[in-house]
């Protein structure tokens, strides 16, 4: 089955600086890949998807990259805010199938 | 107007109780599913309906047991709790396509 790889596991930066989050995943068949973000009490919600046929994705702050060769894909957050703090995961899925995710990634923005 | 609302939010009970948690969603979702949220933060798909019939069913314990009554609810029966049943189960549902919209979760104790 698909396995999903997420670096780091906790990341600290100051207030203004940029976040880099990356994942790898196993199943080369995995066409879809979404980013979530858990704020503390709360499920999961979805802040960025890409697909396979897209090599990067951006909206505002927030942006997706995708290697398909190599198997990896990133998160960027750029211009940190103290509000971005939170968990935030990567997932592959093929299709409707179902989704794994990665092990997540604790952000903190330092004000 | 709550997208997709989970009941209780907490639940905190003995070893050996059985115990159920609701779902609903008010999207017009063709899917849903049940994750559980393990201490480290991991997610982990348990099962997935979709127009009320069950397409995935991962290794869970048969004292989980999923009903879905219609398409809006996807309830979570738990037989014999076990301490190691302690995390927070999510529910989520998608249009049938790979978004998913995650409810706000129900963190479950058993002491």
């Known amino acids: 089955g698909e396995n999903v790889e997420q670096h780091p596991s906790t990341l600290s930066v100051q207030e203004g600086d940029s976040a880099v989050i990356k994942c790898t995943y196993s199943d080369s068949a995995s066409n879809y890949f979404p980013w979530y973000k858990q704020e503390l009490g709360k499920g999961p919600q979805l802040i960025i998807d890409?697909?396979?046929?897209?090599g990067e994705k951006k909206d505002q702050r927030i942006a997706v990259t995708l290697n398909k060769t190599a198997k990896h894909f990133s998160l960027h957050i750029t211009e940190t805010q103290p509000e971005d703090s939170a968990v935030y995961f990567c997932a592959a899925s093929i299709g409707y199938q179902k989704v794994t995710f990665g092990t997540g990634t604790k952000l903190q923005v330092i004000p | 107007d709550t997208a997709v609302s989970q009941t209780p939010k907490y639940l905190v009970t003995q070893m050996g109780n059985d115990k159920s948690i609701k779902c609903e969603q008010n999207?017009?979702?063709?899917?849903m599913y049940w994750y559980k949220q393990d201490s480290k933060k991991f997610l982990k798909i348990m099962f997935s309906y979709n127009n009320k019939e069950l397409i995935i069913n991962e290794t869970v314990p048969n004292r989980f047991s999923p009903k879905s009554p219609d398409k809006a609810h996807l309830n979570l029966h738990i037989n014999s709790l076990e301490l190691g049943d302690s995390a927070v189960y999510f529910c989520?549902?998608?249009?049938?396509?790979?978004?998913?919209?995650f409810g706000p979760g129900t963190r479950l104790t058993v002491t």
């Open positions: 890409i697909r396979s046929n897209v």
């Open positions: 999207l017009g979702h063709d899917t």
């Open positions: 989520a549902s998608s249009p049938g396509a790979d978004v998913k919209y």
